[in-house]
């Protein structure tokens, strides 16, 4: 099971607000498997080596150190936080303030020390999904199961949910209830059908408020049709998975949520591309990274791709968006690209991060803006 708290775009945005040094972000790559969680709290230990070279080389006071080195030994030392994790762990650190994120995405072992945090990397986790719930639901049987990219489908316990048609309208059998229905009552089924997909939707609320994981129906129909309709859950899926769910296995219905997933992954890739291609003929797209900066700090930007691997070192002036390239990363430069998505942030829009073949272009990003500049 991976044991997610996704950031919400408030708390990007407050982390983006941070300003003086120091900064430290450190992204771990981890395994929800609990047993072999001591490789992942080895990596924090070195990645946090690695701040300190940087931290020291820019002759940080042992003030500002020791809170940082006490507050990354309290995490490497609990047992109980390494017992439950998921494929990556984002660490953004100060003197005074320390936030973790565990994440569904798989990222790179990083570090950045800066005045500021290096965001684009959690970014790709709350862009596009990489794990979803599955709700398999028949006359016969209704359960809820949680799929990820890596790991075997996992059922969640869902208090208060009905168990079957029958439970949910308070009939002995749904076998019966289905044989009283003939011809113009075919009606009547469809209430019942409503009726029960709405009892499954009210036990749903509290397992799936404030999630953003995308809820993929595996149903026959009218079944899937009926409880899509009638779902509050803002994230359902359009797209279900056919055929009677009570009696298929999880481990069938995984890989083709999976399938689901990619393919609205790459619906919405394949979009912004023509949307991008579309205002490129108007001149309201760029590529340039100088001309991006310029327009993220004039909040030009209504939406940007970007390449959620690539770190381009250097500075980004406040009043007009200049940009100074830096040979190599240090304490006193931060990540061009991601200042760059911090400001377009700030400013309302709306951010992708993607694998570089994804960005239109294929170079580090790609901005379509509100208007030619």
């Keep these: 099971m991976l044991h997610i708290d996704l950031p919400t775009r408030a708390e990007i945005l407050k982390l983006a607000e941070a300003r003086g040094a120091p900064c430290v972000t450190i992204y771990v790559s981890t395994t929800p498997l609990t047993e072999a969680a001591q490789a992942d ?15 020291e080389a820019v002759e940080t006071s042992r003030r500002s150190l020791w809170p940082m080195e006490a507050a990354i030994a309290e995490i490497e030392g609990d047992d109980e ?41 959690i970014l790709r986790a709350v862009t596009f999904p990489h794990d979803a719930y599955i709700l398999a639901i028949g006359m016969g ?39 009283k229905m003939r011809g113009a009552e075919e009606s009547s089924q469809n209430a019942l059908l409503t009726r029960y997909a709405r009892a499954v939707d009210e036990a749903l609320r509290p397992v799936l408020t404030g999630q953003e994981r995308p809820l993929i129906v595996a149903a026959a129909e009218p079944m899937a049709s009926i409880f899509r309709s009638v779902s509050t859950y803002p994230h359902t899926v359009g797209e ?7 009696d298929t296995a999880d481990h069938v219905l995984a890989p083709q949520a999976r399938s689901v997933i990619d393919r609205l992954y790459a619906a919405e890739i394949a979009a912004l591309g023509e949307l991008y291609a579309t205002r490129e003929n108007q ?20 939406t940007i791709i970007v390449d959620m691997d690539a770190t381009i070192p250097g500075t980004v002036a406040d009043e007009d968006g200049q940009v100074t390239f830096a040979e190599a990363p240090s304490a006193g430069t931060y990540g061009v690209v991601d200042e760059i998505v911090s400001r377009a942030l700030k400013s ?26």
């Design 41 to 55: 709290r080895t990596s924090l230990k070195n990645l946090w080596k690695e701040a300190m070279h940087q931290l």
């Design 81 to 121: 936080f390494w017992a439950h994790q998921a494929n990556s762990l984002a660490i953004f650190l100060t003197p005074d303030s320390i936030r973790t994120y565990r994440l569904p995405s798989k990222l790179e072992n990083q570090v950045h020390v800066s005045d500021r945090f290096h965001l684009k990397p």
């Design 141 to 179: 049987a209704v359960r809820l199961i949680e799929i990820s990219a890596d790991l075997p489908p996992h059922p969640v316990k869902v208090a208060d949910l009905p168990k079957d048609m029958a439970d949910a309208i308070g009939r002995r059998s749904h076998v019966a209830s289905r044989a």
């Design 240 to 246: 279900s998975l056919n055929g009677s769910a009570d």
């Design 283 to 302: 001149g309201r797209a760029i590529t340039d990274v100088a001309h991006a900066a310029r327009a993220a700090t004039y909040g030009a930007i209504d």
């Design 348 to 373: 309302g829009a709306r951010v992708i991060a993607a694998r570089r073949d994804d960005v239109p272009g294929k170079g580090v990003l790609a901005a379509i803006l509100r208007y030619a500049i």
